[in-house]
C-alpha cells in the first residue's frame, strides 16, 4: 500500500462541462466551474488544435453568470453560425446573448428566475434560439429581438433538447409518465406553419437532430442497444451502446464531419469508453482513441469532446481528423494526481440462475481482503470507467473495489436495463448478494472485511442486501439512500415522481409490494449491521426524513445507526467542507467497524 490520498486532492481543481468548437473550428468554448462560480471559457486554437500562442482566452457568461450542466451533460450554451456571439443559460434561468469579445450580455427571456431554460439550440440561419423551460415546454425566440414563442401544444408530459433544421422546423424527444425517457420516448416536429407531427419507435430515442442536407440523425434502442440512427436505420448496428440513459439535458455522443461523409461516435464497451468513426456510405467503423467521451463537436477538420477515464483526469481534448492526433486543452483535477496512483479495472462477470451480471473490478496494490462492494445510483445508470477520485483515495488505503451493475443498470442493452421493472428491491439485491459471494470464493474480499456503499438507489440496494444476509458486511455507508418508497412516489421531484410506477408497480394495486420492499418497515432486520447514514436536509429527491425515520427505528431495535445531517446539501455534497467531512466520517467509521471484524 502506497501512500494515501489526501481528501482535499480528492475534492479539489475544477469542474469542466460542455466543450464546442466554434464555426469553423477556429476556437473552442468550454464551460469551468471552481469555487462556487461559473465561465464560459473561449480559446483561440493554433493551426496544430492546441491554444493559440498571443491569443489568449476570453471569459464570457459571468454576469450573470452561466448555469452549467455536469459532466458528460449540457444544454446551457450555443454559438451563432457566424461565430459572433454565444447564447446561453443565466444562472437566474433566463437566456442571454453576449458577444465573443466580450463585454455586456443582452437578456434574451423573462422566464427566469421561477422557471429556467435548458437545452438551447441557435437556428443554422442564426435568426432564433430554441430552448425548453422545466423540461415541459418548448419554446422559440428571435435573436433579432421579439417575444418567445411556444412550439409544442402540451401533448407531452416531458420535453427535452430541441434542435432547429434549416427548414426551420425545430424537432425534440418528448415521452409521457409513467414512462422515463429510457424506457419509451418519441421524436416530435413543429414546422413553421405550426404543423406538428410525432416519431414512435419501439423502445427509446435521444439526441434527434437533423444533419444539413435534412435526414435525421438520432440515438435509438430498437435493435436491443442504444445506437446512432440515420434516417430509418442504425448507422452502425452494433451489441455496445452509443450513448447513456437520459437524465437531463445536452447529452452529445455523435457529431458528424461538415461534409456529412462521417459520424464521429461515443462506445460503452462494458463500462469503458471508445471514440469511434463511422463512414456514412457503409457504416465502417473506425477505433479513434480510447477513453470515455463526451459532448463531442466537429467543426473543420477538429473534433472536440469532453475525455476522461480510469487513469485520465478529466479534460477537454481536440483531435486532428487528419492523423486523429489528440490535444489537451485543459485539465480540470488537480495536478498533482499520478499515473501510479490510478488503475484500470478489470471486467468481472458473475453467473447467476437468472444471467449473468456485469461487474469491475480495481484491485488493491496489495490485496488483503479489505473490499467495498460500491453500488451506483439510479438505478438506471452505470459508473462508466472515468476519472472517480474516491475510488483512488480508498484503494490508497489497502481496499479493493467493486462496481456492480445490477440488473436495470444501463451499458448493457435494452433487455439488460429493462430487466428491473417491477422488481426494483428484488433482483437489484439479489445480483448485489452473488457479486459479493462471488468477491468472497474467488478471494477478492474477505467476509469481515467487506464493506458495501451506496448512494441513493445504491444505498435502497444496499439496505437490501442487508436485510437478507446481515452477517455479510461488516459495515455499510448509505448516502442519501431511499428507505421507504411509498414516500418516495408521494414527494419526489417531478423527473422522478412515476419512476416507481415501472420500477415496483402502479399505485394503488401495488402498495403491498411498496411496503415490504421498503427498508424503514421492516428496521428489526437491519440491527446486525453498523449503518453510517450521511443525508443534506435540503434534498428535493430523496427527503432527508427517509433517513432520520430509518436511524431512529433500527436504533430502537437494538441497531447502530449514526446519521448525520448537512445544513444546505441536496442530494449529493457540493459544499468543499462537507465533502471533506464526509471523508473523515466515512473513514473514522470503518476504522472503528471493519477493524475490530478483522480483528475478530
Known amino acids: 500500500m502506497g501512500t494515501p490520498i489526501p481528501a482535499a486532492r480528492c475534492i479539489g481543481g475544477r469542474d469542466l462541462t460542455e466543450p464546442r468548437l466554434l464555426p469553423g473550428g477556429r476556437a473552442l468554448g468550454y464551460v469551468v466551474a471552481e469555487a462556487g462560480t461559473a465561465r464560459l471559457v473561449v480559446q483561440p486554437l493554433a493551426t496544430d ?169 438520432c440515438v435509438r434502442d430498437d435493435t436491443g442497444w442504444a445506437n446512432v440512427w440515420l434516417g430509418a436505420a442504425p448507422l452502425v448496428s452494433e ?24 459520424v464521429a461516435f461515443t462506445r460503452n464497451e462494458r463500462g469503458f469508453g471508445r471514440l469511434c468513426v463511422a463512414r456514412v456510405a457503409d457504416g465502417v467503423v473506425r477505433e479513434v482513441a480510447r477513453g470515455v467521451h463526451g459532448q463531442l463537436s466537429w467543426e473543420g477538420d477538429r473534433v472536440a469532446a469532453l475525455r476522461t477515464g480510469a487513469c485520465t483526469p ?73 476519472f472517480m477520485p474516491r475510488l483512488a483515495y480508498w484503494r490508497s488505503r489497502g481496499y479493493s473495489i467493486l462496481v456492480p451493475d445490477h440488473r436495470g443498470s444501463s451499458g448493457h442493452g435494452r433487455d439488460y436495463q429493462q430487466a428491473l421493472h417491477t422488481r426494483w428491491g428484488d433482483l437489484d439485491v439479489a445480483d448485489t448478494l452473488a457479486v459479493a459471494h462471488t468477491a468472497h470464493r474467488e478471494g477478492w474480499g474477505a467476509p469481515g472485511l467487506t464493506v458495501v456503499i451506496g448512494g441513493s438507489a445504491g444505498g435502497f440496494t444496499a439496505l437490501g442486501a442487508l436485510a437478507i444476509e446481515p452477517g455479510l458486511f461488516a459495515a455499510a455507508v448509505l448516502l442519501y439512500p431511499v428507505t421507504d418508497l411509498l414516500d418516495l412516489a408521494e414527494r419526489s421531484y417531478r423527473f422522478e415522481r412515476h419512476y416507481t410506477d415501472s420500477l415496483v408497480g402502479p399505485l394503488p394495486a401495488a402498495e403491498a409490494l411498496y411496503r415490504e420492499r421498503s427498508p424503514v418497515w421492516h428496521t428489526d432486520r437491519l440491527t446486525g449491521t453498523p449503518i453510517l447514514l450521511l443525508h443534506g436536509d435540503a434534498d428535493a429527491v430523496v427527503p432527508v426524513e427517509q433517513s432520520r425515520v430509518l436511524a431512529e427505528r433500527v436504533n430502537a431495535a437494538g441497531g447502530r445507526v449514526q446519521l448525520h445531517v448537512y445544513a444546505g446539501e441536496g442530494h449529493g455534497f457540493r459544499q468543499p467542507l462537507n465533502q471533506l467531512d464526509e471523508y473523515r466520517r466515512i473513514e473514522d467509521f470503518l476504522a472503528r467497524h471493519v477493524q475490530i471484524a478483522s480483528a475478530s
Not at 425548453?132 to 429581438?145: A, H, K, R, S, Y
Not at 451489441?239 to 462521417?262: C, K, M, N, V
Not at 479495472?345 to 447467476?352: H, R, S
Open 49 to 217: 488544435g492546441g491554444a493559440a500562442l498571443g491569443m489568449p482566452a476570453v471569459e464570457l457568461a459571468d454576469n450573470p453568470a452561466i448555469r452549467p450542466g455536469r459532466g458528460l451533460g449540457g444544454g446551457a450554451w450555443w454559438c451563432t453560425p457566424d461565430g459572433a456571439a454565444v447564447v446561453y443559460v443565466g444562472a437566474d434561468g433566463n437566456l442571454w446573448r453576449q458577444s465573443v469579445r466580450g463585454g455586456s450580455a443582452e437578456q434574451l427571456t423573462t422566464h427566469g428566475p421561477e422557471r429556467s431554460a435548458t437545452g438551447v439550440h441557435v437556428s443554422p440561419d442564426g435568426t432564433m434560439v430554441a430552448y425548453v423551460i422545466d423540461q415541459e415546454e418548448v419554446f422559440t425566440v428571435p435573436l433579432g429581438g421579439g417575444a418567445p414563442l411556444r412550439r409544442d401544444r402540451g401533448a407531452a408530459d416531458f420535453v427535452l433538447d430541441p434542435w432547429v433544421a434549416a427548414d426551420g422546423s425545430v424537432r425534440w424527444m418528448a415521452w409521457d409518465v409513467p414512462a422515463m425517457p429510457w424506457d419509451h420516448s418519441r421524436v416530435v416536429t413543429a414546422t413553421r406553419d405550426g404543423l406538428v407531427r410525432e416519431q414512435r419507435p419501439t423502445g427509446s430515442v435521444q439526441q434527434p437532430r437533423v444533419l444539413p442536407d435534412g435526414t435525421p440523425i
Open 239 to 262: 451489441p455496445t451502446e452509443h450513448a447513456g440513459p437520459t437524465w437531463g439535458a445536452g447529452q452529445r455522443t455523435y457529431a458528424w464531419s461538415p461534409d456529412g461523409s462521417e
Open 314 to 386: 478529466t479534460q477537454v481534448v481536440v483531435y486532428d481528423t487528419r492523423t486523429w492526433e489528440r490535444t489537451v486543452v485543459a485539465v480540470g483535477p488537480p495536478p498533482e494526481w499520478r499515473t501510479s496512483e490510478l488503475i484500470e479495472p478489470q471486467i468481472v462477470e458473475v453467473p447467476t440462475a437468472t444471467g449473468p451480471v456485469h461487474a469491475r473490478l480495481y484491485l488493491a496494490d496489495v490485496p488483503d481482503g479489505h473490499l467495498i462492494v460500491w453500488l451506483h445510483g439510479g438505478p438506471t445508470d452505470q459508473w462508466q470507467v472515468t
